[in-house]
């Protein structure tokens, strides 16, 4: 057994609540990042993934659900990207959550960026475009024209092309549309 075996033992039945605190949210974050692929810590992503649309839209569960995208194993970070797109149109948004989201186009698979992207492109042109004239939504939107993914991507710019009008009257919208061209440029 590992030293830090015991933490883990002891968070089992309030890792939820550990996520949350401002403090248990690094611990967890550290035991993610050391020890993501022992069976006690898989043991312990499994519960904190049964919360995983409340984690993401905490002030400080979002940074663990970060960082199991980041280090988790595949099976962890499939069933975390399930849960986002999910609930896609609610976390898309939302202040913390679109740090999630963000995490999830930069660490996840090329597989699990597609179905990302597919899901956020889903909800449409008039969608998209309201989402990247918010602060927080326009992050979500930025990182899908980062992603590697390039049939999302041009299908993200293809979309934002239809409400540019719209976009360049806002300052997130501006930035949305700076970053489509940079994006076009580097390709």
């Given at each position: 057994?590992?030293?830090?075996?015991?933490?883990?033992?002891?968070?089992?039945?309030?890792?939820?609540?550990?996520?949350?605190?401002?403090?248990?949210?690094?611990?967890?974050?550290?035991?993610?990042?050391?020890?993501?692929?022992s069976p006690p810590c898989v043991d312990l992503l499994v519960e904190?993934?049964?919360?995983?649309?409340?984690?993401?839209?905490?002030?400080?569960?979002?940074?663990?659900?970060?960082?199991?995208?980041?280090?988790?194993?595949?099976?962890?970070?499939?069933?975390?990207?399930?849960?986002?797109?999910?609930?896609?149109?609610?976390?898309?948004?939302?202040?913390?959550?679109?740090?999630?989201?963000?995490?999830?186009?930069?660490?996840?698979?090329?597989?699990?960026?597609?179905?990302?992207?597919?899901?956020?492109?889903?909800?449409?042109?008039?969608?998209?475009?309201a989402l990247a004239l918010t602060q927080f939504g326009s992050f979500?939107?930025?990182?899908?024209?980062?992603t590697r993914c390039d049939a999302a991507r041009a299908s993200a710019?293809?979309?934002?092309?239809?409400?540019?009008?719209?976009?360049?009257?806002?300052?997130?919208?501006?930035?949305?549309?700076?970053?489509?061209?940079?994006?076009?440029?580097?390709?």
């Open positions: 057994p590992s030293p830090c075996s015991f933490l883990i033992e002891e968070l089992r039945g309030v890792s939820a609540a550990t996520a949350r605190h401002r403090f248990g949210c690094r611990i967890i974050c550290r035991l993610v990042e050391h020890m993501a692929d904190l993934l049964a919360e995983a649309g409340e984690l993401c839209r905490h002030n400080f569960g979002h940074y663990v659900m970060e960082c199991v995208l980041e280090h988790g194993g595949p099976e962890e970070r499939g069933q975390l990207v399930q849960a986002i797109i999910a609930d896609l149109p609610n976390l898309a948004g939302h202040s913390c959550a679109s740090h999630v989201i963000e995490a999830a186009f930069m660490h996840g698979s090329p597989e699990e960026q597609e179905s990302v992207g597919a899901a956020l492109l889903a909800q449409g042109s008039d969608s998209m475009v979500s939107v930025r990182a899908l024209l980062r710019e293809q979309l934002l092309r239809h409400g540019e009008v719209i976009l360049q009257r806002n300052r997130y919208g501006r930035r949305v549309l700076q970053a489509s061209q940079q994006t076009a440029k580097d390709s």
